[in-house]
């Protein structure tokens, strides 16, 4: 069974930045991509980023592309989400997701899920931009 525990949110200004931690334990090995959502109150989850693990590949959400950076660490079993820039809009509980299939539906390093193709989730972490 794959554990997913995400990490590192909080009350940020606008401009600043948070860099959140997703730590997988488990089969990790067996997963193909591992992803990060959003969910703000009153609004559908959305995809932000997701990560192919065989080839590294990184794919965003169009809102987040020069701001998010997604990465991991494989000694540590852990993804990380380096968030720069951030602003009010990007308010939400974010949620790291993993599941047996690469990063789907990405054009060029874009990519747009709204998560029903993964079956692993963890708690999710409070993201609040605010002056």
């Known amino acids: 069974q794959l554990r997913l525990v995400e990490s590192g949110g909080g009350l940020v200004q606008p401009g600043g930045s948070l860099r959140l931690s997703c730590a997988a334990s488990?089969?990790?090995?067996?997963?193909?991509?591992i992803a990060w959502f959003r969910q703000a109150p009153g609004k559908e989850r959305e995809g932000v980023s997701c990560?192919?693990?065989?080839?590294?590949?990184?794919y965003y959400k169009e809102s987040v592309k020069g701001r998010f950076t997604i990465s991991r660490d494989i000694s540590l079993n852990t993804i990380y989400l380096q968030m720069n820039g951030l602003r009010p809009e990007d308010t939400a509980v974010y949620y790291c997701?993993?599941?047996?299939?690469?990063?789907?539906?990405?054009?060029?390093?874009?990519?747009?899920?709204?998560?029903?193709?993964?079956?692993?989730w963890g708690q999710g972490t409070q993201v609040t931009v605010s002056s």
């Open positions: 990560l192919t693990t065989a080839s590294n590949s990184a």
């Open positions: 997701a993993a599941d047996r299939i690469r990063c789907g539906n990405t054009f060029g390093n874009s990519w747009y899920s709204v998560g029903n193709e993964y079956h692993y």
């Open positions: 488990g089969f990790t090995s067996q997963f193909q991509s």
